[in-house]
Each structure stands twice: as structure tokens, then as C-alpha cells.
């Protein structure tokens, strides 16, 4: 089997817990050519634990290294359109984490340099990677009419199911001047796509990139894309939020929020006028959680509910193989920048809507 070199930037929280075990368990395809971060003590950490030859501190320069096939971008959204599109003209695959950046300028030169290095760049929306999901779109024909939908995803602190499941390194050893920086870049770029706002709309807008952008990305997946928004509204600093959605027929609710419970209750639920499909998602920092898909049905007077769990390979497994075909068997990539430029197009329409 072909393997790959890589190269990762940004070693923090998700790629410590998520991307650098699965590259690292999937060695047969993979090799970790490479790493970056601003933290030194990461470089030098991460580096070590997996024999990483070349190390950085600048991702620029990473994605310069001529050997390399491919390029996980894991950074700090602020600078995810920079890496891809260095990335991208110096002829390397990319897999960028959601959100793929925070405006639809950025999103428009990623596309414009995907296209001029001739590479494929993905975005990581590993949910819709998940077997249930892709069950649930497989036998969504066969629902009927669908009478509504509900997009829930409430869940605690990150952080709060982390610390009791795995050992992440925190350093903060980078640059003060970056720090900085990093503040003025999201001023700046949340500016160009929602123009001035209060904080509480920024707010909502970063959490619509963050967490709700799984949602979104789903939700279109599923349903395809809404009709418009009816109406949207924000509380708590823009981290709670409710959305109402126009389908043909039916309305699709997202809920969302995150507080201080250890607990991650995410889920998308069709409901048809006998029947209900609903992929039920775990917290994927615990890996091998299974996603499952839930089936309610009436037939006759028998009420029947089914679990099904396809498999316990988490998401981000699947998708990292698909990403492995995407470079080596020149695949379309399931979630290419586009899907994330409808994305932002809805995005905005909530923001508009949270206006109002």
C-alpha cells in the first residue's frame, strides 16, 4: 500500500487527541513527515513522541518542504486560509479542520489556489463521515413526506470531557505578539463577512463557525439546502442559539449550545407522519464511540424502536481514510470547499436573521 507523508500544523487539543493517533495507527498509509507550531515545547514534544524528522515553526515554510504529499491544516481557524492556500500553490492536498475559514473571501482563494496548484482540499466534517449517518441518508427515500426536522447539538465544555479522558499538553510557551495577533486577525476577518456587529452577533456568528458548522454541514447533507431562514435568535453571548429553517413542507429546527455539563447530546432527527430516523452522535474526543441511528416506526398498533450501530470505528478514522483515496486514487473529496461556501451562505442568512 502507498503511504503518503504528511505534514500537521497545529499540534494542540484535536490533534493530540484525534489526527496524530489515527495518522499514527493508519502508518501503513501515512507517515508524519512533518509538524509545525508556535509552541516550541510542542514542536519539540509531539516531534519526539512520533519520530517526526522535520519540525517547524512556521507553517509556511512546512508547506515549502518538497517532499511532502499532503498537508493537515489544525491550526487556529484565524490562519487556516493562509496555510491552505500556501499549501495549495506549493502543490500539496490538503485536510483542513471546520470551520475551513471565517468568510467567503477566504473561502473564494482557497478555491482560486486549489485550482491553480491542481489538488484536492477537503474540509473536515467528519460527522457526515460517520456509517449511521450515511445510513440514515441511504434509507431517508423511504421515509415518506417528511412532517419535520430537529438539529440538537448541546453539549459541555470540550475541555470538561478531555481532561478526564486523555492527557493533552497545554504549553504556553508561543509568542506573546501572536496572541495579539490572532485577536486582531478574528476582528478583522469576522468584519469582512458580517460587517459591524455587537458582540453578542460575533458571538453567534464564531459559534455558527465552530460547533453549528457540523450542523449546518449536515443538515444540507441530508435535507439539502433550506428554502430560508424564518427566524434565528441568540442569547448568552451568541453561545446558545435557535434557528428555524423553510423546507418544502416542513420546517428543520437546530438547537444548540454549550454549558458546563459533562455530557454531549448531539443528534439529527427526521420525523415522516409513521417514522423517524434519527444518527445519534457521541463526543469524538473519546474515540470509538459509536455513532448509532435510531429508527422509530408504527406500523399497524405496533410501535417498534431499533438501534443500529454499524461499526465502532469513530468518524474521524473514516474520514482520514477518505482523505487517504482522495490523494492517492485522485477521489473526489465528499466535503470539498464549496460545500463550505453554502455554509457561509447560510450562516449568513442566520446572522441576517438575528438582526432582524
Given at each position: ?21 489515527i ?28 519520530g ?73 466534517y ?32 470540550n ?26 486577525r ?76 459533562i ?31 435510531i ?57 441576517d436573521?438575528?438582526?432582524?
Open positions: 500500500m502507498e503511504r503518503i507523508k504528511v505534514g500537521v500544523i497545529g499540534l494542540g487539543e484535536v490533534a493530540q487527541v484525534i489526527h496524530l493517533p495518522l499514527a495507527a493508519l502508518s501503513d498509509r501515512f507517515e508524519i513527515a512533518a509538524v509545525c507550531d508556535i509552541s516550541p515545547t510542542l514542536v519539540q514534544v509531539i516531534g519526539d513522541r512520533y517526526v524528522p522535520h519540525r517547524y515553526d512556521d507553517p509556511i515554510a512546512l508547506t515549502q518542504q518538497a517532499d511532502l504529499d499532503a498537508v493537515f491544516v489544525l491550526n487556529s481557524d484565524e490562519y487556516h486560509a493562509d496555510c491552505v492556500i500556501a499549501a495549495a500553490y506549493n502543490h500539496k492536498h490538503v485536510l483542513v479542520e471546520k470551520p475551513m475559514c471565517l468568510n467567503l473571501n477566504e473561502a473564494q482563494a482557497i478555491i482560486q489556489a486549489r485550482d491553480a496548484g491542481d489538488v484536492r482540499v477537503m474540509v473536515g467528519m460527522r457526515r463521515f460517520a456509517p449511521a449517518f450515511t445510513q440514515a441518508k441511504q434509507a431517508l427515500p423511504s421515509l415518506g413526506p417528511i412532517q419535520y426536522a430537529r438539529i440538537r447539538d448541546i453539549i459541555g465544555r475541555r470538561l470531557i478531555v481532561d478526564q479522558s486523555s492527557i493533552v499538553l497545554r504549553p504556553d510557551d508561543f509568542p506573546e505578539e501572536m496572541a495579539i495577533d490572532r485577536a486582531e478574528a476582528v478583522r476577518l469576522v468584519k469582512q463577512a458580517i460587517g459591524e456587529a455587537p458582540p453578542d452577533i460575533v458571538g453567534a456568528y464564531r459559534f455558527l463557525l465552530g460547533l453549528n458548522s457540523h450542523d449546518i454541514s449536515a443538515m444540507r447533507d441530508l435535507l439539502g439546502l433550506p428554502q430560508g431562514v424564518v427566524s434565528a435568535r441568540q442569547w448568552n453571548g451568541g453561545r446558545f442559539l435557535v434557528v428555524v429553517f423553510q423546507y418544502d413542507g416542513y420546517c428543520a429546527v437546530l438547537e444548540s449550545g454549550v454549558d458546563e455539563q455530557r454531549f447530546d448531539a443528534h439529527l432527527e427526521v420525523y415522516s407522519q409513521t417514522k423517524s430516523l434519527r444518527v445519534q452522535y457521541d463526543s469524538p474526543y473519546i474515540r470509538h464511540l459509536p455513532t448509532t441511528l429508527i422509530h416506526e408504527t406500523s399497524g398498533d405496533a410501535y417498534e424502536q431499533r438501534i443500529v450501530r454499524p461499526t465502532f470505528k469513530d468518524p474521524y478514522t473514516h474520514e482520514i481514510e477518505h482523505f487517504y483515496e482522495v490523494v492517492t486514487q485522485n477521489v473526489a473529496p465528499r466535503t470539498p470547499p464549496e460545500d463550505f461556501v453554502a455554509d457561509l451562505e447560510i450562516m449568513r442568512q442566520i446572522v436573521a438575528m438582526r432582524a
